[in-house]
């Protein structure tokens, strides 16, 4: 078995270790950029949402490069993505590709049974005990955490480092020492090392940088080609940002959804305004803008790929928080055609909206 997981965030690092340590060859998926988009829009429907197109282009840059496998999640859930696996199966067999596609679901959609016949596919390509199993997948989600948090802590010191750039050319330098190494240990090291530096960068805590939540699809929110790389641009403009979308909430916020008990926060600070399931994450982008408000944020970005529909449900109940909370809230909706140099406009009139804001409060509390 020669497997790939999709390219979506810090999860191809996981994965590559966790293969890695199951003695199982992983072929990690290229860095996405505009070939693999261009290749997926080539095999893809004109309407369905960016993130179809990004995943497909990947596959095929995975199968080029010898894969037979292909791991994804399923959903049942009321937005596209419970299509996606079928569609994207049909489509790869259409064209001939030799590859298996091996999609994870939840036990309640697909039956207990299956899931675990799913999970013994893979499970017997590697030559260890189970025990052994077990433990490489929690090295795994170890290894996912600290990539997140290790992103999470950058993008957050990245208003109060005194030398600018240093927070980007950290984590910058920590990816491109993990895309070299194979072995878990030396990955997790890596990462762990990586902290502790990033602990020590230089912040000045008397600034006062513009603080801005990040919102919106998951795709769009975890893979940074599918948002135009707002983070980083966010950086260099030295404003702090935080999302609640990262891969390893994914995996926690799954564990904990059979027992009701996942995202409690973020679904009763929502619940005022979208009391229904819209599909996707239209919850958490609604709970995560309400309670960075409450947390004194600057504004928040909802982002999400044109067409989505759970995204569209929420951009049509942020202006009512924005009112409500006097809590400026900027949308951008992206897909192929998307001009960077619009985007970037838009972002920096956001920017110098809330800098005016900020200045004109101040003259009024003086
Ligand atoms: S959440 Fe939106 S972009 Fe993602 S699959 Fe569903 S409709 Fe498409």
């Not at 990816?175 to 602990?199: A, F, G, R, V, W």
């Not at 005022?272 to 982008?285: D, F, I, R, T, V």
Request: charged share 25%.
């Amino acid at each position: 078995m020669i497997i790939t997981v999709p390219r979506m965030g810090n999860i191809c690092l996981a994965a590559k270790a966790f293969f890695e340590a199951l003695h199982i060859h992983y072929v990690m998926p290229e860095k996405i950029n505009k070939q693999t988009l261009l290749s997926g829009i080539a095999l893809s429907p004109d309407e369905i949402c960016l993130p179809f197109k990004i995943l497909m282009g990947s596959y095929m840059d995975c199968i080029k490069k010898g894969a037979d496998t292909i791991l994804i999640t399923g959903s049942c859930g009321p937005c596209r993505f419970g299509e996606y696996c079928e569609l994207q199966m049909k489509m790869l067999r259409k064209i001939g590709a030799n590859v298996k596609t091996i999609v994870l679901d939840a036990p309640r959609e697909i039956g207990k049974q299956e899931l675990l016949r799913r999970i013994g596919l893979i499970s017997k390509a590697s030559p260890l005990s189970s025990k052994q199993k077990l433990l490489a997948l929690r090295q795994a989600f170890r290894i996912l955490s600290l990539a997140d948090s290790l992103d999470e802590k950058a993008h957050m010191l990245a208003g109060y480092e005194v030398n600018k750039g240093d927070c980007k050319k950290m984590i910058t330098d920590c990816y491109e020492e993990t895309e070299k190494s194979q072995k878990p240990d030396e990955i997790q090291t890596i990462l762990t090392n990586c902290h502790q530096k990033m602990n020590n960068i230089k912040t000045d805590t008397s600034k006062k940088p513009l603080r801005i939540a990040l919102i919106g699809e998951i795709y769009s929110m975890v893979e940074p080609f599918a948002n135009l790389f707002i983070e980083e641009k966010l950086m260099n403009y030295g404003v702090s940002s935080s999302r609640l979308i990262t891969p390893s909430w994914w995996v926690k916020d799954l564990i904990f959804k059979p027992f009701k008990l996942n995202s409690m926060a973020i679904k009763r600070a929502a619940h005022s305004y979208l009391p229904y399931n819209a599909g996707g994450h239209a919850k958490e982008s609604i709970g995560h803008a309400v309670l960075c408000q409450r947390k004194n944020f600057d504004g928040a970005i909802q982002i999400f790929p044109l067409g989505c529909m759970p995204e569209i449900v929420v951009k049509a109940i942020l202006p009512v928080i924005q009112q409500d909370k006097d809590f400026p809230i900027l949308t951008m909706v992206v897909d192929e055609m998307a001009g960077e140099a619009g985007y970037i406009t838009r972002i920096e009139a956001f920017l110098d909206m809330l800098e005016a804001r900020r200045r004109r409060r101040g003259v009024i509390s003086a």
